[in-house]
C-alpha cells in the first residue's frame, strides 16, 4: 500500500494576477495547446452565454448555468485520452462538446426533446446526471470494468460540493479506493448547493480532507485556473493508469450565477460578492495570461468567439428543426422485449388523440 | 377566510403548526435561507430560529434518517424531499425503520415525523422532476399517506400529518402548486387522516381520483356534462383510506373510473380496483376501468403531454362504461 500523506490544502495554481503573483508555465503544453484550451474554453462560454439567452426567449427550458465553472471542464478534459470516459452532472451538460458532440445535442437535451440523448459509447460520455452524487458509483464500475478487462482507460466523475454529502458519492468513492479503480474524483467546488453555503454542508476544513478517509490522495486547485486543472488532472490521470487507484481533486471556484434559471439567489447570496468574484472568471484570467506571453490577439479572441457563436447557431437551429416527437416514442427503448400492452396502450392512445 | 394558492396554504399551515408546538421542527435542502425552492417554508427559518427550520446536508437518507433519532429525542420532524424522484434515497430508512421502529419497540416509542415532497409532471422540467412515486410510499407498512388537491387540504392535511402520532408522508402536487387558488381557513385548520372528499355528486359515472388529478377530474366531469351526470369523489388519504367513501361512491353509480398519473402495473388505482372487486361487485354494471400514466420511465418533457392522463382519455373511459 502506498503511504497516503494528508490532503493538500493549499489551492494550487498556475496563472499569476499580471501584478505581484507570477505566472507559471505547465510543463509539456505546447502553444498550440495553449491555444486549444482557449478555444475550448471559449466554446463553453460561448455555449453558456447563448443557452441563457435561448432560454429567456423560451426556446430551451430550465437550463443549469455554468458560467465560470469552464475551466474546470476544459481543463480536466483536455488532459484525458478519447478512450477516457466523462461522468457529467448537469452542471457539465455540455461537457461533451469537448468531445465533438453537436451542440444540437445538448440543446435538444434541455429542450426536452429525444435527440438530447445519446448513446454513452459514442463519445465515452455517461447520461447527464440530475439526481445529485448518484453517478459516482457509476463511473466507479466503469473504471473498474476496464480495469478487470485490463484496458487503459479510465473515468471522471464529476459532482459538486453539495454532492459530497450524499452516500452514493461516498461508497462510490470508497468503491474505486478499494478497487484501486483508475477513478478521478473531480468536484466542482463552487461553494453553494442551490442556496446551502459550504459551512452547512461539511465541517471539514476542505473537501480534499475527505480523501484522507478513503486512504487517496486529495488535492485542491484553483477551479478558475484552467492550467492548474489540467496540471492536476494529468497528475491524477498518470497514477490512475499506473494502477495506483483513485484521486480525488478539490477544484475551488465560486457560482457567480443563479442555480439555475428557476433561481433566484437574490435571497441568500451577497450580490456584492458575486461581482467581486465575477472579477476573477476563469475565461478572463485566462485570455489575460495568454495575452501576457503574447500569444492572443484581438483578432485571434474574435475568431475564436465567432466560430464558436456559428456552432451555436447551427445547434440552435438543428435542434428547432427536429420535428416534434411522436408518441409512439413514449413506449420505445424502456425495454428491449416490449410487452404486448406496450402496443395496446399505444393503439389507445392513437384512437383518442385521433378523435 | 384567506384566498390563497395551494403553495402558500401550506406554507401557512407550517406558521400556524411551528406557534402552536415548540417541538415542531422542519429540515430539508435549501428549506432555511431559501425558503424552500418552492417558497413552501418561506419565513420560518426568520421567524423561528436556524434550529426549527434547518437548512440541512444534501443527503435525503440523512435526512430522515436523522429524523428518527430526532423523534427518539422528542421533536416533530417534518422533513422536506426537494423533488418526488430525489426522496428515493430516503426509502431506506423509510421501509427498514421508519415504518417499522414503533412496531419494534412493542409501541412503545412514537415517530411522529412528516415526510413531505412536490410530486408529479406537466411542468416541462429535465429529467427526474415528474415523478409520482406514492406507490412506494403507500406499499410501505407503518406510514400513512395523504396527497390533497386543493389549497385549503393541502394545508389541513398538513396540520393533521403534523399532528398525527404516526408517520406520514404528504405528496404535494407541484403543478397546482401555484395555478391553483383557493379559500382557506385562517388559524388552525385540520382535514383529518383517512377522509375521503366528494367533489362533485352524479349518477351515471364516478371519477375517483387524488392529488393533480382531481382538477383534471372535474375537467372531465365538465367535458361530459353534457351526456351524464358525473360523479368525482377525491381520496385525499391514500393510506389510511376511506373505504367507505369509495364504496359508496361507486355504488351510486355503478361505474368507476380511476385515475392515476403514476405508471399503471401496481400502482394506488390497482389497489382501489382491489378493493371495488373485493367488496362493489354486485354495485357494479361495468368493470372498473383505470386512466394512468404508461409502464415507462416518465418521459422528456416535449412528450409529456402524451404521456399524462388526459381529459380526452377519461372522457373516453367514461363513455365506454357508459356503453358497456
Ligand atoms: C438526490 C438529489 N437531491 C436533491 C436534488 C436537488 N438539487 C439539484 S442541484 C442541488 C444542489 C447541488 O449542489 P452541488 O452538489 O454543490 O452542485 P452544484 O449545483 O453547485 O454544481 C440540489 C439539492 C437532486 N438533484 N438530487
Ligand atoms: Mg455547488
Redesign the pocket.
Given at each position: 500500500m502506498a503511504q497516503v500523506l494528508p490532503a493538500e490544502r493549499d489551492l494550487r495554481r498556475v496563472i499569476g494576477d499580471g501584478e505581484g503573483v507570477p505566472d507559471g508555465e505547465v510543463e509539456g503544453l505546447s502553444e498550440d495547446d495553449l491555444l486549444e484550451l482557449h478555444r475550448r474554453l471559449v466554446q463553453l462560454r460561448t455555449y453558456d452565454e447563448r443557452s441563457l439567452v435561448y432560454h429567456r426567449q423560451g426556446r430551451i427550458g430550465t437550463y443549469?448555468i455554468f458560467w465560470n465553472?469552464e475551466a474546470m471542464q476544459a481543463g480536466s478534459v483536455y488532459a484525458l485520452e478519447r478512450e477516457d470516459w466523462i461522468f457529467p452532472?448537469?452542471?457539465e451538460s455540455a461537457i461533451g462538446l469537448l468531445r465533438g458532440m453537436p451542440a444540437s445535442t445538448v440543446l435538444s437535451w434541455w429542450r426536452g426533446h429525444p435527440t438530447g440523448w445519446w448513446n454513452p459509447a459514442d463519445w465515452n460520455v455517461a447520461s447527464i446526471c440530475?439526481?445529485?452524487?448518484?453517478h459516482v458509483p457509476h463511473a466507479a464500475g466503469l473504471a473498474w470494468g476496464k480495469k478487470l478487462r485490463g484496458e487503459s482507460a479510465c473515468a471522471v466523475a464529476y459532482?459538486?460540493?453539495?454532492?459530497?454529502s450524499?452516500g452514493a458519492f461516498h461508497e462510490g468513492a470508497n468503491f474505486a479506493a478499494v478497487m484501486r479503480a483508475p477513478l478521478i474524483l473531480f468536484c466542482?467546488?463552487?461553494q453553494?448547493?442551490?442556496s446551502?453555503p459550504l459551512e452547512a454542508?461539511t465541517a471539514a476544513e476542505t473537501l480534499a480532507d475527505k480523501a484522507v478517509g478513503y486512504g487517496i490522495p486529495g488535492v485542491r486547485v484553483d477551479g478558475a485556473d484552467v492550467l492548474a486543472v489540467y496540471e492536476a488532472t494529468r497528475e491524477a490521470v498518470t497514477r490512475a493508469r499506473a494502477g495506483d487507484g483513485p484521486t480525488f481533486i478539490e477544484a475551488v471556484t465560486y457560482?457567480a450565477a443563479p442555480?439555475?434559471t428557476a433561481d433566484d439567489p437574490s435571497a441568500y447570496i451577497d450580490p456584492a460578492r458575486v461581482e467581486e468574484e465575477k472579477e476573477r472568471e476563469c475565461l478572463g484570467r485566462y485570455e489575460a495570461y495568454l495575452r501576457r506571453l503574447g500569444l492572443l490577439s484581438d483578432e485571434a479572441a474574435e475568431a475564436v468567439r465567432a466560430e464558436a457563436l456559428e456552432r451555436m447557431r447551427e445547434g440552435i437551429a438543428q435542434a428547432e428543426a427536429e420535428p416534434a416527437p411522436d408518441p409512439a416514442l413514449l413506449f420505445s427503448h424502456a425495454l428491449a422485449s416490449p410487452p404486448a400492452s406496450f402496443d395496446q396502450d399505444l393503439a389507445e392512445l392513437r384512437r383518442v388523440l385521433g378523435g | 377566510m384567506a384566498e390563497l394558492t395551494l403553495v402558500e396554504a401550506i406554507n401557512d399551515a407550517f406558521h400556524v403548526e411551528l406557534e402552536r408546538d415548540p417541538d415542531v421542527m422542519v429540515m430539508g435542502?435549501?428549506v432555511g435561507r431559501a425558503g424552500g425552492?418552492f417558497r413552501a417554508t418561506a419565513g420560518l427559518r426568520d421567524r423561528f430560529g436556524p434550529d426549527r427550520c434547518v437548512d440541512t446536508p444534501?443527503a435525503?437518507a440523512g435526512i430522515l434518517g436523522s429524523a428518527v433519532g430526532l423523534c427518539m429525542a422528542g421533536w416533530r420532524p417534518v422533513c422536506e424531499?426537494?423533488?418526488d424522484?430525489?426522496s428515493?434515497?430516503c426509502l431506506d430508512q423509510l421501509i427498514t425503520h421508519v415504518g417499522r421502529y414503533r412496531w419494534r419497540t412493542g409501541g412503545a416509542m412514537e415517530f411522529p415525523l412528516v415526510v413531505r415532497m412536490p410530486y408529479g409532471g406537466g411542468v416541462r422540467a429535465p429529467e427526474?422532476h415528474d415523478d409520482s412515486p406514492e406507490a412506494y410510499y403507500v406499499h410501505t407498512p407503518g406510514v400513512k399517506v395523504a396527497i390533497p388537491s386543493t389549497p385549503a387540504d393541502a394545508k389541513g392535511l398538513l396540520a393533521a400529518a403534523i399532528r398525527d402520532p404516526d408517520p406520514v408522508v404528504v405528496l404535494e402536487p407541484k403543478l397546482h402548486y401555484r395555478t391553483l387558488r383557493g379559500e382557506v381557513p385562517e388559524g388552525e385548520h385540520v382535514v383529518p387522516l383517512g377522509e375521503a372528499r366528494t367533489v362533485r355528486e352524479g349518477t351515471d359515472v364516478t371519477l375517483v381520483a387524488y392529488g393533480a388529478m382531481v382538477p383534471l377530474a372535474e375537467a372531465a366531469a365538465d367535458a361530459l356534462d353534457d351526456e351524464v351526470s358525473t360523479e368525482v369523489l377525491d381520496i385525499r388519504t391514500l393510506k389510511p383510506l376511506d373505504e367507505a367513501a369509495l364504496l359508496a361512491a361507486a355504488a351510486k353509480t355503478g361505474r368507476v373510473v380511476i385515475i392515476q398519473e403514476a405508471p399503471r402495473t401496481a400502482g394506488y388505482g390497482a389497489e382501489l380496483a382491489a378493493i371495488l372487486a373485493e367488496k362493489a361487485m354486485l354495485d357494479l354494471r361495468a368493470p372498473v376501468v383505470r386512466v394512468t400514466g404508461y409502464d415507462v420511465p416518465y418521459p422528456y418533457w416535449q412528450i409529456e403531454d402524451a404521456y399524462m392522463p388526459s381529459v380526452e382519455r377519461v372522457v373516453d373511459a367514461a363513455r365506454r362504461l357508459l356503453e358497456f
Open positions: 443549469a465553472h452532472s448537469y452542471r440530475v439526481p445529485i452524487g448518484t459532482f459538486g460540493d453539495g454532492a459530497t450524499e466542482n467546488n463552487n453553494w448547493a442551490i446551502t454542508q457560482r442555480h439555475a | 435542502e435549501d425552492v444534501l435525503e424531499m426537494q423533488y424522484a430525489f428515493y434515497p427526474l
